[in-house]
Structure formats: structure tokens, C-alpha cells
T-cell receptor, first 115, second 111 residues
């Protein structure tokens, strides 16, 4: 099946710093990728849609200046959490649709802890 | 009203029994429906997808869709302790692959 790889799997940073998370589709091209956030014991909340070659589309309530998304190529999207604060600590998961299947495949997730 | 609703559980079933997980959705234009399994600390993995009314079977799993009643369910036959996880229902409202997730139902299969 399709493989989506996410890196890093865990990151700990100090408050005020920025953290970049990478999401790659390994064996297919993804013009669109989705970034989700999941707090403990809660469901996945869609943050934004990453579009190759154009600006990301953010969901209501998600600060686009804080969560910078760049879809640099057909296989890579990055999420940068800028000026991270402890309340940004969460599990961030990217996903990519496989064209024609209607299905989403998820990366392994990145657990961010902001001290 | 949430777009996708699930009973949070936990749903506890004995090993070998049938586990029944339910999900309702609010938007009638929804076209595609998915069940994902998520183990603690891991990302979701796709279990089943269903697009038309009726049943779809894959091994021990059966997905059921009723668009008129706006519900989708997942049956797990011969439940195993390894099936213990959170099951997420997801709905795609259009041909854009943007999925909306329910809060998930936690399933516990005890020996």
C-alpha cells in the first residue's frame, strides 16, 4: 500500500522556538496533503490542507502565521510550528490521498512537547 | 451538532464475540465513509472504506452504510485482544479527500 513518512517522530523544544515537521509520500505523488492535530484522548482535528504549488488552506480557528505550511514538491509537505508554546504540545499527523482511491494514508505522526 | 458522532465507549466485549461500532453523520452530501483503527500513541490505519448503501465485508470486518438514516457501522467478528484500540469513523463530504473524523470509540476485547 501507499506509504507516507513523517519526521521527526518525537521532538521536545523550548517555549518560543520553532519546530519543523516533514511529511513525505514515498511511492506516489501527492498534490494535496492534510495536516491533523490530536490532543490526548481526543479525535483528529484537521488543521490545514497543503497544496503543491499554492498556498495552504487553513481550517477555521487555525492561525496560519503560527502554523506555516509549505508544499515544496509533489512528495513533500512541511509544517512549521513557530514560536511554540506549551499549549501547542500535541500529536501532529500528516496524510495524503492516493489518487483514485478516495482513501487517506497517514504518516506515523510527530509528538511535539513544548517545555 | 457534531458532523460525525460516535459513542466514546469504552465498549468491552469478550474474546470471540462480535463488536459493533456505530457512527452517525450530519451532512447528507457525504459520499465516502471510512473506518480507521488507532492504537495508543500511533497514527490511524485504514480498516474499511464504504461508498454505497449496504454491507461490505473484508475478513472479520463488515462495514454497513445506510445513507437514508445517515449512519455507518463496523462489525468485528471473532474479536481478538489485538483488536483493542480506538476506532475512528471518518466521512468525506465531496471528491476532495478531506476527511472529518468522529471522536472515536474505544474498544476493549478481554480474554
Amino acid at each position: 500500500g501507499a506509504v507516507v513518512s513523517q519526521h521527526p517522530s518525537r521532538v521536545i523544544c523550548k517555549s518560543g522556538t520553532s519546530v519543523k515537521i516533514e511529511c513525505r509520500s514515498l511511492d506516489f505523488q501527492a498534490t494535496t496533503m492534510f495536516w491533523y492535530r490530536q490532543f490526548p484522548k481526543q479525535s483528529l482535528m484537521l488543521m490545514a490542507t497543503s497544496n503543491e504549488g499554492s498556498k495552504a488552506t487553513y481550517e477555521q480557528g487555525v492561525e496560519k502565521d503560527k502554523f506555516l505550511i509549505n508544499h515544496a514538491s509533489l512528495t513533500l509537505s512541511t509544517l512549521t510550528v513557530t514560536s511554540a508554546h506549551p499549549e501547542d504540545s500535541s500529536f501532529y499527523i500528516c496524510s495524503a490521498p492516493v489518487q483514485g482511491s478516495g482513501e487517506l494514508f497517514f504518516g506515523e505522526g510527530s509528538r511535539l512537547t513544548v517545555l | 451538532q457534531k458532523e460525525v458522532e460516535q459513542n466514546s465507549g469504552p465498549l468491552s466485549v469478550p474474546e470471540g464475540a462480535i463488536a459493533s461500532l456505530n457512527c452517525t453523520y450530519s451532512d447528507r452530501v457525504s459520499q465516502s465513509f471510512f473506518w480507521y483503527r488507532q492504537y495508543s500513541g500511533k497514527s490511524p490505519e485504514l480498516i474499511m472504506s464504504i461508498y454505497s448503501n449496504g454491507d461490505k465485508e473484508d475478513g472479520r470486518f463488515t462495514a454497513q452504510l445506510n445513507k437514508a438514516s445517515q449512519y455507518v457501522s463496523l462489525l468485528i467478528r471473532d474479536s481478538q485482544p489485538s483488536d483493542s484500540a480506538t476506532y475512528l469513523c471518518a466521512v468525506n463530504k465531496g471528491g476532495y479527500n478531506k476527511l472529518i473524523f468522529g471522536a472515536g470509540t474505544r474498544l476493549a476485547v478481554h480474554p
